[in-house]
């Protein structure tokens, strides 16, 4: 069966590190997305890629970037992480229809010391 | 700019009542409509989605949810909650561009 899958599942790391979250699926979407989730603000769009070298800013996307290199994979990459990176991450993908579902990975929890 | 009102912050129910769950969006354009559950530490599943016709859309777990154009509302409802219906519900609006726009999310718990 098709799926998304992310690792770690758990990091913790300390500040100034630079760190890299994997996303992986074999849904072969076009579309992967990168979000986080902090209590009381939702989901919030880090970085979305429409397919292979195409990569694109969301609302929170400073501090991060992303690399699109072939369909399965976007990974996540904090240059320098700092302490208000603290969150889960998820990543999640979609076909290239805008009324397709995305599907989501089961998140990284990451926490910066 | 696109945005999602989750009206309630935390929902707590009773085990076989009912429950609404209010979601609100802002947009000038068409738009898609998306409910998703995130059970405790796992990913978001769909729920359900209205893309167009039929105002009231049926979804998994018995859980519906009805479109209202005029009141730019996305109400999520279920006639009959049960304990393992406790989890975070997140309303979403997709704008044609392939991005999800959600909103803050209402915590549905339920109690024996």
């Known amino acids: 069966d098709a799926e998304i899958t992310q690792s770690p599942r758990h990091k913790i790391t300390e500040t100034g590190r630079q760190v890299t979250l994997a996303c992986h699926q074999t849904?072969?979407?076009?579309?992967m997305f990168w979000y986080r989730q902090d209590l009381g603000h939702g989901l919030r769009l880090i970085h979305y890629?429409?397919?292979?070298?195409?990569?694109n800013k969301g609302e929170v996307s400073d501090g991060y970037s992303v690399s699109r290199s072939n369909t399965e994979d976007l990974p996540l990459t904090l240059e320098s992480a700092a302490s208000s990176q603290t969150s889960v991450y998820f990543c999640?993908?979609?076909?290239?229809?805008?009324?397709?579902?995305?599907?989501f990975g089961p998140g990284t929890r990451l926490t910066v010391l | 700019a696109q945005s999602v009102t989750q009206l309630d912050s935390q929902v707590p129910v009773f085990e076989e009542a009912p429950v609404e769950l209010r979601c609100n969006y802002s947009?000038?354009?068409?738009?898609?409509l998306f409910w998703y559950v995130q059970y405790p530490n796992q990913g978001l599943q769909l729920l359900l989605k209205?893309?167009?016709?039929?105002?009231l859309v049926k979804g998994i777990n018995g859980f519906e949810a009805e479109f209202n154009k005029s009141q730019t509302s996305f109400h999520l409802r279920k006639p009959s909650v049960h304990i393992s219906d406790t989890a975070e519900y997140f309303c979403?609006?997709?704008?044609?561009?392939?991005?999800?726009?959600f909103g803050q999310g209402t915590e549905l718990s339920v109690k024996p």
């Open positions: 947009s000038s354009v068409s738009v898609y």
């Open positions: 849904w072969n979407h076009n579309n």
């Open positions: 979403a609006v997709n704008n044609q561009g392939g991005k999800l726009i």
């Open positions: 999640a993908s979609s076909s290239g229809s805008s009324y397709n579902e995305q599907f």
């Open positions: 209205y893309l167009s016709g039929s105002t």
């Open positions: 890629s429409y397919g292979v070298q195409d990569t």
